[in-house]
């Protein structure tokens, strides 16, 4: 399924280390708005096909280019690009979240403005996946999907936040409804270890579904039918349409 966005605007706004950085992002849809988080591949053509799901359910797909070559599958090339410029990813940080976590945030606000909607949807998948649930802190989020999240690489069970992060996005979903985060239950690159401490960081705050197998991307490229329903209900509910 192929997607085809009517929009693209570069937006510019500081990291949390206080730098600002720019990126394209592209719209497409109709519907109330939801943000995709790309994951380490790229913007490639599974990921056009979610947004075209997403467009064909209802949504509009804010989708911004982080990395990579659009349209196209760079695992190597992109993640050689984060091991060594990280500047907006620290993938292996503990504790803290990489900076481009403030320019995320900015954009949610973004979204919401522009599209003059009651919130936005996020989804975040893979190295980016931790960010959906944190950026429930924002008054702009209304819901977040953490598919196979999987920063801090080697992290074991400290997580890409801190309990500042922890705390704000809490008090989001206390006041909003739970996240959602999901994995395969035997993937290596998102392991259980950081799932269970996602579970213990934020408890009934957050709902978690393993869905069984050995692959990896949920949404995408390994796409898994029953997580991508629980995806579109979760959003459905979150803005009303169910």
């Not at 990126?23 to 790309?38: A, F, K, N, R, T």
């Not at 509009?60 to 410029?85: D, I, Q, S």
């Not at 490229?221 to 803005?239: G, S, T």
């Amino acid at each position: 399924m192929s997607w085809t966005h009517d929009t693209v605007f570069p937006f510019s706004a500081p990291m949390t280390s206080g730098q600002s950085t720019t990126h394209d992002v592209y719209v497409g849809g109709e519907g109330p708005p939801i943000l995709i988080l790309q994951e380490l591949p790229g913007i490639g053509p599974e990921t056009l096909a979610l947004s075209a799901k997403l467009n064909a359910s209802g949504f509009r797909v804010y989708l911004p280019h982080l990395f990579g070559t659009y349209g196209k599958v760079e695992m190597a090339k992109n993640m050689a690009r984060l091991f060594c410029v990280r500047r907006e990813f620290n993938i292996f940080a503990r504790g803290r979240q990489s900076p481009i976590a403030g320019w995320m945030r900015a954009l949610t606000r973004e979204i919401k403005q522009r599209e003059n909607s009651a919130g936005v949807g996020v989804i975040g998948m893979c190295l980016t996946g931790s960010f959906a649930l944190t950026l429930m802190a924002e008054d702009a989020v209304l819901g977040g999907v953490a598919s196979q999240p999987a920063l801090p690489i080697l992290g074991g069970r400290h997580l890409h936040m801190s309990a500042e992060d922890i705390g704000a996005a809490s008090a989001g979903m206390a006041a909003k409804g739970p996240g959602l985060a999901m994995r395969y239950s035997e993937d290596k690159l998102a392991p259980k270890k950081q799932m269970r401490a996602l579970e213990q960081a934020f408890g009934n705050l957050l709902e978690t579904i393993e869905y069984p197998g050995k692959d990896h991307s949920l949404l995408t490229l390994d796409f898994h039918e029953p997580a991508y329903q629980r995806v579109d209900a979760y959003f459905k509910a979150r803005f009303g349409m169910a």
